[in-house]
């Protein structure tokens, strides 16, 4: 292990976690300095926000705070089914199950879908936790070079596979780029395929009202698997995933992820139907995210660096890992808070700083961000 930790030192991918002693909207103090939070997925500001706040308080008093046990045996409140029934309804699907967090969603709905002799098709730049769920499956994994649609169309004529099961990001969680998701969904319906669409970084902000992607697509389907997740956009904390009532009732008997753990804190339901409300009457929120997304793509930040993303994460790559992590040390030290993201967390060579804007951000602090881009010595 000494070694090993050594190694990743040398190659610039020791990772370590700073801690965050107090918060108050985007404005952060992390090891004791002063920041300006571009690193959170926090899009619409909500994470700290007193109507959310307030619920989960009242929460706790009507509830407790522990679910007790898992919720197929006693865990499972009134607060929970009427945030499924929301949920579902939200991104215009029958049913919805809820889990503690996307990751366990996607590594244990994949498993419950396909198995040995299935095949899924991924793009290249899926999250981790659909990789590990892929994997978990034991179904044969074909990954498609990012955003190739002819190549996943090759690989489902050529596949003979009982079931088959396509899986994308909607907004790609270190790109920030949408996927083509009316195609994909044309080739599902070709090839007798399901489509999951993990839609992390699209609930909330993307569509009307922040339906997410498949609403701003304009796309239903009892093909879709729909995965949102609700520790980003929605602030708090959980995952769900959604389709038709059968879809439904088969994740609800196949999901281990689902069946072998704690029921999530009921008081958590009850902030997150806070957050469906803010979320649901978002609008200036969102536009005011749209309006920081614009500053920062006008300004003349090195633009052959900056990924062409029209979401709130915000790309610039640098390549080296030591180059971008010094880039995050100069930005920390302004008082920006922008994280480093190096392999394995994406390719190779592609090393990058990660910006994320949120409704959270003022006009200030955005201008300032972009000052500071302008003046980074790489
Ligand atoms: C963050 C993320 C997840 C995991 O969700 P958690 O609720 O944080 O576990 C899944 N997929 C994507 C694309 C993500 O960005």
């Known amino acids: 292990m000494e070694r090993e930790l050594e190694a990743l030192t040398r190659a610039g991918l020791r990772r370590r976690r700073r801690t965050v002693a107090a918060r108050s909207a985007a404005r952060y103090t992390v090891d004791g300095r002063p920041t300006i939070n571009f690193a959170s997925n926090d899009y619409l500001g909500l994470a700290d926000h007193p109507a959310i706040t307030d619920a989960a308080i009242r929460g706790a008093r009507r509830w407790g705070v522990g679910s007790g046990a898992s919720h197929l045996v006693s865990g499972h ?23 503690s967090t996307g990751y366990m969603v996607n590594s244990g709905v994949i498993p419950a879908l396909v198995g040995r002799g299935d095949a899924i098709f991924a793009d290249r730049l899926i999250h981790a936790s659909l990789v590990d769920g892929a994997l978990l499956s034991r179904a044969d994994l074909r990954r498609y070079p990012h955003g190739d649609l002819a190549a996943l169309e090759k690989a489902l004529a050529a596949s003979r596979a009982p079931r088959k099961l396509i899986v994308t990001d909607s907004v790609f969680s270190m790109d920030g780029d949408i996927a083509p998701l009316p195609e994909l969904l044309r080739l599902a319906e070709r090839f007798d395929a399901w489509l999951m669409v993990d839609d992390a970084h699209g609930f909330g902000v993307l569509g009307p009202q922040g339906r997410g992607a498949c609403a701003q697509a304009g796309l239903s389907s009892e093909r879709i698997v729909y995965i949102g997740t609700l520790g980003k956009a929605a602030g708090v904390s959980g995952a769900f995933v959604a389709g038709s009532a059968r879809l439904i009732e088969w994740l609800l008997q196949k999901t281990r992820s689902y069946i072998f753990t704690t029921g999530s804190a009921p008081l958590l339901a009850e902030a997150l139907l806070a957050a469906l409300d803010l979320i649901e009457e978002g609008d200036a929120r969102r536009d005011n995210l749209a309006r920081h997304i614009g500053a920062l793509r006008a300004a003349k930040v090195d633009r052959a660096e900056l990924l062409p993303s029209t979401t709130a994460i915000q790309p610039l790559i640098l390549g080296d890992n030591a180059r971008a992590s010094a880039c995050a040390e100069q930005l920390l030290e302004a008082g920006l808070w922008v994280p480093a993201i190096r392999p394995p967390t994406v390719p190779e060579g592609s090393s990058r700083l990660r910006i994320s804007l949120s409704a959270g951000h003022t006009q200030e602090q955005v201008a300032q961000l972009i000052g500071a881009l302008q003046t980074l010595k790489v």
């Open 77 to 99: 409140f009134a607060v929970h089914e009427e945030l499924e029934r929301r949920l579902a309804a939200f991104v215009g699907c029958a049913a919805s199950l809820l889990f």
